[in-house]
């Protein structure tokens, strides 16, 4: 059974860092997309950051040179290092997994960029 367990979030000020990690179990991690995700209030859920089992990532425009997604095969963990927060990464940041059509879902962690 897929478990993602997520930690990490919390308030932060604008310009700020924090840095996420999702711990995954019950898969054969290195064969898996890893991604981050996150939706806001009203919104949809949107992409944020993922990296494959070969370690090519992909991110979302507005995160571009500020997210670093990575991931630790032997812990079986994927992190993202959040820099320069806006208001607007306000979110809950969902990790995924992803093979072959089938997604899995942590259970989401809130992350608040607030003054």
């Known amino acids: 059974q897929v478990q993602l367990v997520e930690s990490g979030g919390g308030l932060v000020q604008p310009g700020g860092s924090l840095r996420l990690s999702c711990a995954a179990s019950?898969?054969?991690?290195?064969?898996?997309?890893m991604g981050w995700y996150r939706q806001a209030p009203g919104k949809e859920r949107e992409l944020v950051a993922s990296?494959?089992?070969?370690?090519?990532?992909n991110y979302a425009d507005s995160v571009k040179g500020r997210f670093t997604i990575s991931r630790d095969y032997a812990k079986k963990s994927v992190s993202l290092q959040m820099n320069i927060l806006k208001p607007e990464d306000t979110a809950v940041y969902y990790c995924n997994a992803y093979l072959r059509g089938y997604n899995s879902w942590g259970q989401g962690t809130q992350v608040t960029v607030s003054s």
């Open positions: 019950g898969i054969p991690f290195s064969l898996y997309r």
């Open positions: 990296i494959t089992g070969g370690g090519t990532t």
